[in-house]
């Protein structure tokens, strides 16, 4: 109180100098990495997992049921793929979900994490334009176009040739991504790198791409709210949002040309063309081969992300087990997750089988 | 046996010592406390610099001036964040602070005595409000309301003016401004009423009695008495704004991009490292958010000595005039 203006000036310009060299010891410092913490605890009937929103009704599905028949509790927090890649990395949970597999980076800071398939689902688009049906068709270079902003309103003739007989307004697009690291993000954006050659030299696929146009909005039920509140807007989310909102979805051309719906059927068809498994364990399903005229053209793998070496192995190994297994699975088809094909499955149980204490 | 009693080393001293025993321990105790919020405070910059060091030996001082946000290509830049924070922070601040000082006015001069302390107890609940209640209703209904009815409006009559140009959106840098403004409503807005109960009775009477009218007193008497504190109490709504996260990543739309209208997405410092910092796609991504931590603690510290160094120049030019 009876500091004068410039003592006081001067006090708060002496501390921030005080911080400034702080921070420039920060700065000068060794980059000695911090040791991370092998949390957990030592509870063995407790195994917490996070991640993935995609993936969290199954989750929840699996909870009691394996509680009551292995007597392990699952705790899963939904954070979205990105969080739970984070919560996983610094061992903060037993296990992370994701919709995306690891980037390199993501890899090298996981330090030896397995990745390991253990649901199948879709990203859809979704759209919201006054007068306009549910199931218009787009093309994923349309779709490509529409997001790079060189296609502005919902009746230019691209999206009207494509739709014959449907009156399309003139409508101003407002495209919506997602603002968070996301799966969804990973598959909609390695979708349009497959099949444009523009998108993929201009934007690229990532978890976190730098859309060119449009407006974000975090999670799932943020790009869902958003699309909802938003005449003239065009979004992605996961499969299982477009029945819970009673979004609208877009019918995508596949490679054979045809605009098969998002159901379980062209899923599996989808994971069903695709047999090959990356290097990294990651099997990416995105614009299936024409061979398979059914398939949809946006599916993906969730995946289940381990370290190797775990203090809680057993019980992880066990639980994994019963999630890829016939009564995990069998949970799946009535919230839009179809069963893993036998081939995956073989897979993800080669991977189970390399996790160690 | 009396004489014993009385011996002064026998009786006073026990009742001493308590205290003085008490007031170590305070001493202690509040010494304890104190340093270790400078601690805590020395280790967040520690720590935030220490993150942002990949993104600073890459990028150095040209992410300041970079427009890129691209985890694809890896290039990093705060440009448009450093833009988009000040532009909504100081639309804000046009819009909250002649709200603010109204209000104020109006608490501590106009109302009718009834009217006092339940719009001033209103006032300050406003800061109560939880900013993602804030946004969830900017999301919700104050976006759309914009995007359909103000946002045209603006366009059709000032269209003219850059800022009001171009086409509505119910995501936006204007509803940020508008969330923002609302919480930067309340916190000058109970500051200046304080301000203004603060001016000496006899100075408003003596401009009285002089024959001035009420808004001749506040103008000439009033506002000047104030004008230091009413500068601070701005400053501190702009500190609000600038570090405000959640609430505007709910409705500014998280875009990086610049517009010269206020109608299209934009983004803020604070509102990116909201949105982004769970599952950052590559090492240099979490380091350039850390890196625009470090940039907001640093524009947070400019307005503060600024605030002090205005606020103090005022009250001393107002002091040697009076």
């Known amino acids: ?357 | 046996m009396t004489t014993t009693n009385l011996d002064p080393s026998s009786i006073p001293l026990p009742t001493r010592r308590r205290p003085r025993f008490g007031e170590t321990g305070l001493r202690l105790l509040a010494g304890a406390t104190a340093l270790l919020l400078v601690a805590i405070m020395a280790l967040l910059v520690y720590e935030t610099v220490r993150q942002a060091r990949p993104s600073i030996q890459e990028f150095g001082l040209g992410f300041i001036t970079s427009d890129q946000w691209n985890a694809v290509t890896d290039q990093f830049g705060a440009f448009n964040f450093i833009i988009g924070t000040l532009l909504t922070s100081v639309v804000a601040l046009v819009i909250a602070v002649p709200m603010a000082i109204a209000i104020g006015l109006f608490l501590s001069e106009l109302a009718p005595r009834v009217l006092r302390t339940p719009v001033g107890v209103m006032v300050e609940l406003l800061a109560a409000i939880p900013s993602v209640v804030l946004g969830l209703w900017g999301i919700l209904v104050m976006g759309p309301f914009l995007a359909a009815h103000v946002e045209p409006w603006l366009s059709d009559h000032l269209g003219f003016i850059p800022l009001f140009s171009g086409y509505p959106s119910s995501q936006g840098v204007l509803p940020a401004c508008v969330v923002l403004s609302i919480m930067v409503v309340p916190i000058v807005a109970s500051i200046s009423r304080e301000l203004f109960l603060s001016v000496p009775s006899d100075l408003k009477q003596g401009a009285m009695a002089l024959g001035a009218t009420r808004w001749e007193m506040v103008r000439s008497v009033m506002l000047p008495y104030v004008s230091g504190g009413l500068v601070a109490s701005t400053m501190l709504g702009f500190g609000r704004a600038v570090g405000e996260a959640i609430a505007v990543t709910q409705v500014i739309g998280g875009a990086n991009a610049i517009s010269r209208s206020l109608f299209p997405p934009g983004d803020t410092m604070a509102s990116r490292i909201a949105a982004q910092y769970a599952g950052t796609p590559t090492a240099l991504s979490r380091s350039s958010l850390a890196y625009l931590a470090v940039l907001l603690l640093i524009i947070s510290l400019i307005t503060n000595i600024a605030a002090q160094l205005i606020s103090g120049r005022l009250q001393r030019r107002l002091g040697g005039a009076a």
Request: charged share 10%; glycine share 10%; proline share 7%.
């Open chain 1, 1 to 357: 109180m009876e500091m004068t203006g410039m003592q006081r000036v001067t006090k708060t310009a002496a501390l921030a100098m005080a911080l400034a060299v702080v921070a420039l010891a920060a700065a000068c410092g060794s980059s000695g990495s911090s040791g991370s913490s092998s949390g957990g605890g030592s509870t063995s009937t407790v195994l917490t997992g996070a991640g993935s929103t995609l993936v969290a009704p199954l989750i929840s599905q699996w909870e009691p049921d394996y509680a009551k028949s292995a007597g392990i509790t699952i705790t899963y927090g939904a954070v979205g793929s990105g969080g739970g890649i984070d919560a996983i990395t610094n061992r903060t949970v037993d296990f992370g979900a994701s919709d995306a597999p690891l980037s390199t980076d993501q890899a090298t800071a996981c330090k030896s994490c397995l990745q390991i398939p253990w649901a199948l689902a879709a990203t859809v688009v979704t759209y919201n334009v006054k007068g306009v049906p549910d199931k218009l068709k787009l093309t994923g270079p349309v779709l490509a176009a529409i997001f790079s902003g060189s296609i502005t309103t919902w009746n230019d003739s691209q999206i009207a040739s494509l739709n014959p007989g449907v009156n399309l307004p003139s409508t101003h697009i407002t495209p919506i991504y997602r603002s968070d690291g996301s799966g969804d993000s990973y598959v909609f954006t390695s979708y349009l790198s497959a099949v444009s050659s523009d998108w993929k030299s201009k934007v690229g696929a990532s978890t976190q791409p730098a859309f060119p146009t449009g407006q974000g909005a975090e999670k799932n039920s943020g790009v869902a709210a958003a699309v909802q509140a938003t005449d003239g807007a065009i979004g992605y989310v996961a499969v299982s949002y477009i029945a819970a909102d009673s979004l609208n979805e877009a019918l995508l051309q596949n490679a054979a040309g045809q605009y098969p719906e998002p159901t379980t059927k062209a899923i599996t068809a989808a994971a069903d063309a695709v047999t090959t498994i990356q290097p990294d364990g990651s099997v990416p399903l995105v614009n299936p081969p024409a061979s398979a005229p059914d398939a949809y053209p946006m599916s993906t793998y969730s995946y289940a992300i381990i370290p190797q070496t775990s203090p809680k192995a057993k019980q992880l190994k066990a639980f994994l087990t019963y999630a890829i297994g016939p009564t995990g699975q069998a949970f799946g088809p009535d919230l839009g997750f179809p069963p893993l094909p036998s081939a995956i499955v073989a897979h993800s149980k080669t991977v189970i089988a390399k996790i160690t204490t």
